[in-house]
């Protein structure tokens, strides 16, 4: 499934959102997501607006609740099954 965040939407909000839309759950019933990742540097490493240092040319992968979750670019979330194979994307 992919997901595209709404600028104004933090990161880490955008992927709970992402992830429990996937799993078709409520966000409160998924275990706190900075038990995988740092939230904290995850927005900061995405952040958007005037004086945002976020770098739109980076992409991050991790596992999150049943789900391996991809961000690309600020704005792209993938989600899919954490078995699933994936194949790393150039």
Do not use: K, Q
Not at 4 to 26: G, L, Q
Not at 33 to 50: C, E, I, K, N, S
Not at 69 to 89: F, G, L, M, Q
């Amino acid at each position: 499934m992919e997901h595209t965040r709404n600028p104004d939407t933090s990161m880490t909000v955008a992927v709970v959102e992402a992830v429990s839309s996937f799993e078709n759950c409520e966000p409160t019933t998924l275990a706190p997501l900075y038990r995988v990742v740092d939230t904290d540097a995850l927005d900061a490493l995405f952040a958007t607006g005037p004086g945002a240092s976020g770098d739109r040319g980076c992409a991050v992968s991790f596992e999150f609740s049943d789900s391996h979750v991809t961000i690309e670019n600020s704005e792209r979330i993938v989600v899919e099954p954490a078995t699933a194979t994936r194949v790393p994307s150039n």
